[in-house]
């Protein structure tokens, strides 16, 4: 209970080395997949951008930016590239429905996010903080496209890292604002 009552994101572009390393990647990917998942669709798949392959893909973000927003200033296009270069590791969760499966697509959709928070949670678990973005690049066409395949949708960028910076609570909901209890009439 410790490990949920204490897991609270991190600001991305805070976030220092290290990040996990292969076998931490893992054990949190392998976490990441034990999702509630009726029909055993798997639909969910995860995209690992290595360190090394960081810059390219914030140089593709910048080319598909401009493309779809011509008009963009220099500084939105440097936030661009340096989105996809924030803290050490970047998974990519992505939603992958069956809609030829009589599994409804709400639920589909409800295992991708599981997927995605079940991820930052084991990433708590493994000692980091984690930071899931959406923004311009989650809801791109041509970012899609680049990270996966038709039909795809972008649940989320799950950053990963070590804290540079305190990690801040943020408010919370009262239970008694978000808690009801059904009664029969």
């Given at each position: ?35 509630p ?51 050490p590791?970047l998974?990519?969760?992505l ?43 989650a809801?791109?066409?041509?970012v ?42």
């Amino acid at each position: 209970m410790s490990l949920l009552l204490t897991r609270r994101s991190g600001k991305a572009r805070d976030m220092v080395a290290p990040g996990p390393d292969a076998a931490q990647l893992r054990r949190i990917l392998t976490a990441a997949a034990r999702v509630p998942d009726h029909g055993k669709l798997a639909p969910w798949r995860f995209v690992v951008v290595p360190e090394g392959e960081r810059a390219a893909l914030a140089e593709a973000f910048d080319a598909i930016y401009v493309a779809e927003k011509p008009e963009a200033g220099r500084l939105e296009r440097e936030a661009i590239r340096e989105f996809a270069r924030q803290a050490p590791a970047l998974v990519v969760v992505l939603h992958r429905p069956a809609p030829e499966s009589h599994i409804p697509l709400a639920e589909q959709t409800a295992s991708a996010a599981a997927a995605a928070m079940t991820l930052a949670h084991a990433a708590h678990a493994e000692g980091f903080v984690s930071c899931w973005l959406t923004g311009w690049a989650a809801y791109s066409e041509g970012v899609t496209q680049l990270l996966g395949e038709a039909g795809d949708r972008i649940v989320g960028f799950l950053f990963l890292g070590t804290p540079g910076k305190p990690v801040e609570e943020r408010p919370r909901p009262d239970l008694d604002d978000v808690v009801s209890v059904w009664r029969s009439a």
